[in-house]
């Protein structure tokens, strides 16, 4: 079973940074990929970046591309979002999501997060214009 915490996120000012952390507990050996999706108030959950691990690839939307990077530590036990040039309209709740096994990056960031099988708790990022 695999347990994701996250951490980070806070308030910034338009233009701002910040970094956001998904540790992993109860990592295998398996294969996962991982979502980042944000939920903003009175909106649908949208995805923003995602990972795999088998060979460490990523995926981003658009509009978040140059902006966000997704990294992962030495250990591999913990996933990073680093968001630069934060807009407010990137306000919202972000949560990081787990599932075993492959499926297409794209694939899974342009649905809702929904149906993957582990989930973080969820962090606020408040951006002012």
């Known amino acids: 079973q695999l347990q994701l915490r996250q951490s980070g996120g806070g308030s910034v000012q338009a233009g701002g940074s910040l970094t956001l952390s998904c540790e992993l507990f109860?990592?295998?050996?398996?294969?996962?990929?991982i979502g980042w999706f944000r939920q903003a108030p009175g909106k649908e959950r949208e995805g923003v970046a995602g990972?795999?691990?088998?060979?460490?690839?990523?995926y981003y939307v658009d509009s978040v591309k140059g902006r966000f990077t997704v990294s992962q530590n030495n250990a591999k036990s913990t996933l990073f979002l680093q968001m630069n040039v934060l807009k407010p309209e990137e306000t919202g709740m972000y949560y990081c999501?787990?599932?075993?096994?492959?499926?297409?990056?794209?694939?899974?960031?342009?649905?809702?997060?929904?149906?993957?099988?582990?989930w973080g708790q969820g962090n606020q990022v408040n951006v002012s214009a």
């Open positions: 999501e787990a599932s075993y096994g492959w499926r297409e990056l794209r694939t899974v960031i342009r649905g809702t997060g929904h149906d993957l099988q582990f």
């Open positions: 990972f795999y691990s088998g060979d460490s690839s990523t």
């Open positions: 109860g990592y295998s050996a398996i294969n996962y990929y």
